[in-house]
């Protein structure tokens, strides 16, 4: 009884450990990730750090608002601190190029609601085609 105690104590401690290493590299990344970017920093130090635990934590984290996700070309992406994530897409190249929204009270006004985070897709074409 004391046994498995004991082993259960170490089994949290162990976790809480791990949850510290993965939010401390987090908090070192001022742009947007993926899990697996996050995986591959993590792992070159803390090889017994999973990607299932990375993904775990990134899910808590992200349904206590302190992670905002974004799609970007298929791939979910997160960031702490970023709060939109905006795409310019060249319709004569299709490619993406990727921009930050300073301020978001143009948009504010509009939405129903208290806006935790904004992904926009703004289709065009881009100055180098413009020029060219
Ligand atoms: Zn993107
Ligand atoms: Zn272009």
Redesign the pocket.
Known sequence: MLLIFIINKMTLKRKTKQKEIIEEQISKIKTFFSAEELYEIIKQKYPEIGIATIYRHLKEKEKGKTLFSYLCERRKIYSTEKKSHCHFI?E??G?TIHFDLDNIDFIKNKVPGKISSIQIEIKG??N??KNA
């Open positions: 060249c004569t190249t490619k074409i881009c180098d085609c």
